[in-house]
């Protein structure tokens, strides 16, 4: 059942334009049309598309050309021919000087035909901005808390996503249930057992066989109980203690999958500086850092990724203090990118990367993303946005496939839709590209898409609510993003422009369980005049607070391509090594996805 929805949609429309009338065209594609038209100031705005350089080496915003220039960078789009476009500049410019408020004002004055009409709303519609929705039940209150909505989400291997919600309890919702019974309630609750505490403000991963663990948290403030841990077992639906407390309590801590064998978790922060704590599944217990605790972070939620040489690296994100806004905060948080090592089994040491200059951009409240390519740079760390209102309309990449004392961040690039942007949230989607919204304080706020391939953002469908502070967003396994929070009991559902560009691939037989380095067979039915060009492997996210050390995007190796004696069979290879060393031992959601980057509904699969 799992896709239903949004194929469903898909299948609406594949083409905005066609048939498109005065009434016909979707409000929000209606709205930007509307934009578009009162921002040009001369005839010449209207005949071609809006495109924004992004920086040094980087391709263009927009929404791709029909070929390129002899610069290699894709051209923009003809759109208005050069008479209409005149006639509808003189209409606005003689009887609507404060813009045109219905594109009807346009085309019952004859300034703008069916065929333009149609034109404009293919190239402003759901095809290049994707779509949001609401999901039409409500998240209800269960605990004690006085808040409503949602503030962690994590989605388990059943296809259901996790929350801890603002009121302090925890509830189940599954995405392809429309009805009320969307919402269940697990066996047992954290904060009822002996001992127990809410689990609001934690943080969370997945281990290797598919539970959550969930360190610290405890409320709305410090609390003295959150020691230990808490998993949470999708298929018994009731969460368990761990054996051993942590070496101190934790609000605001981050956790971060180390993979190897037995599965293990890095806990830092949370309280103070450091205090490193190391989970180990098969011991169901904490073990303070001997040796290499020695890095000052910014108090709460630092920004921690592993890479595929198995460090962790710490992307100078993090949070100062608790709350949205604020900042900046000069000397208030650990502005230098380290990378932490391991040298034992419970010690480990810390190496600085290239010196943090005081002209780099404070990323306090700024949101990290790690991105994976078969091709170099191997590992890129991305970072957007912070609390600092002179720089939070940028973002900087840094190549951290190798590091050493030189590896250092690229310039500071601004957004081309000029946001500023605090506690955004970054999705990685099953294309390889990065999805950017929230963290702006308005209704309708821009979003926006990043190839990493190409440097280019492109504009995605505003964001009707404002999400931020206590906000998630993440990815389901229909290929669609989730997003929730800020005090509202409502879940907005965002449709990638993918999912209106036509057919998508289908996994008709796949493998439950793939071994490392393993070949082997996924059966797909003859494409559709696309052919498959990518198969990946996307990690489940477990996010708070905009923060997540979970996400990752591996695509597979082919084994021999596509089987040719045999054309519905794909031959892959399951990771083993390079960026893909990074896909450790756990679930994962598998996509096909095609040359026109369109994505089949995922099907889990289980990596030893």
């Not at 180390?258 to 704590?277: A, F, I, N, S, W």
Request: with cysteine.
């Amino acid at each position: 059942m799992a896709g239903s929805m949004a194929e469903a949609r898909a299948a609406e429309t594949h083409q905005d334009g066609r048939g498109a009338r005065n009434g016909s065209i979707d409000a929000p594609t209606h709205r930007r049309i509307l934009d578009f038209i009162n921002a040009a100031t001369r005839p010449e705005d209207l005949m071609v598309e809006k495109v924004a350089i992004v920086g040094e080496g980087g391709g263009h915003g927009g929404h791709g050309g029909d070929g390129e220039g002899g610069d290699g960078q894709p051209q923009p789009r003809a759109l208005l021919e050069a008479a209409a476009a005149q006639r509808v500049i003189e209409l606005r410019d003689r009887e609507f000087p404060l813009g045109l408020r219905h594109l009807r004002e346009a085309t019952d004055a004859g300034v703008l035909d069916t065929p333009a009409l149609e034109l404009l709303a293919r190239h402003f519609g759901r095809t290049s901005f994707g779509e949001w929705r609401v999901f039409p039940q409500p998240v209800p209150r269960r605990g004690p808390g006085g808040y409503d909505g949602v503030i962690h989400a994590a989605l388990l291997r059943t296809g259901k996503v996790l929350f801890i919600t603002a009121d302090e309890t925890t509830l189940l919702w599954d995405p392809q249930d429309t009805s009320a019974a969307t919402f269940e309630d697990p066996v047992n609750q954290p904060h009822l057992m002996p001992g127990g505490y809410s689990q609001l403000c934690g943080h969370h991963v997945f281990l290797s066989d598919g539970r959550l663990l969930s360190v610290g948290g405890g409320g709305y403030g410090h609390n003295a109980l959150a020691r230990w841990g808490y998993t949470f077992d999708p298929e018994t639906r009731s969460w368990s203690r761990t054996a051993g407390p942590m070496s101190d309590s934790r609000w605001y801590p981050t956790a971060v999958s180390l993979g190897g064998e037995p599965g293990r978790v890095l806990v830092v922060c949370g309280h103070g500086h450091g205090q490193m704590d190391i989970y180990d599944e098969s011991t169901d217990d904490f073990t303070p850092l001997s040796s290499g605790d020695t890095k000052m972070f910014p108090y709460l939620y630092p920004g921690l990724h592993l890479l595929p040489n198995r460090a962790v690296f710490y992307s100078r994100t993090g949070w100062g203090g608790a709350g949205p806004g604020g900042g900046p905060y000069p000397g208030g948080s650990d502005d230098q990118s380290s990378y932490f090592t391991l040298t034992g089994p419970a010690s480990g040491v810390w190496a600085d990367t290239a010196p943090f200059s005081p002209a780099e951009p404070d990323r306090t409240k700024g949101m990290s993303v790690l991105l994976l390519s078969k091709s170099a740079p191997y590992a890129q760390v991305m970072v957007v946005g912070g609390s600092d209102i002179s720089t939070n309309h940028t973002y900087e990449l840094a190549d951290v496939t190798s590091l050493s004392p030189a590896t250092d961040w690229g310039p500071p690039l601004a957004f081309p839709d000029g946001a500023h942007r605090s506690l955004a949230s970054t999705v990685l989607l099953p294309d390889g590209s990065v999805f950017v919204c929230g963290g702006i304080q308005q209704t309708n706020s821009p979003c926006a898409r990043f190839d990493p391939q190409t440097g280019a953002w492109s504009s995605m469908a505003a964001l009707p609510s404002v999400r931020d502070y206590h906000s998630v967003a993440l990815l389901l396994p229909s290929g669609e993003v989730m997003m929730a929070g800020w005090n509202s009991t409502a879940v907005e559902i965002f449709s990638p422009p993918y999912l209106f560009r036509g057919a998508r691939p289908v996994i008709s037989s796949a493998p439950d369980v793939i071994h490392r380095g393993q070949d082997f067979v996924v059966e797909t039915p003859p494409p559709e005049g696309k052919s498959v060009a990518k198969v990946v492997l996307v990690r489940p996210m477990a996010v708070t607070h905009q923060t997540d050390t979970e996400q990752k995007v591996v695509e597979l190796d082919w084994a021999h391509n596509h089987d040719h004696a045999h054309p519905k069979k794909l031959r892959l290879r399951a990771p083993n090594g390079g960026a893909s060393a990074l896909a450790q031992r756990g679930y994962y959601m598998m996509f096909l996805v095609n040359d026109e980057g369109v994505p089949s509904v995922a099907k889990w699969v289980y990596l030893r």
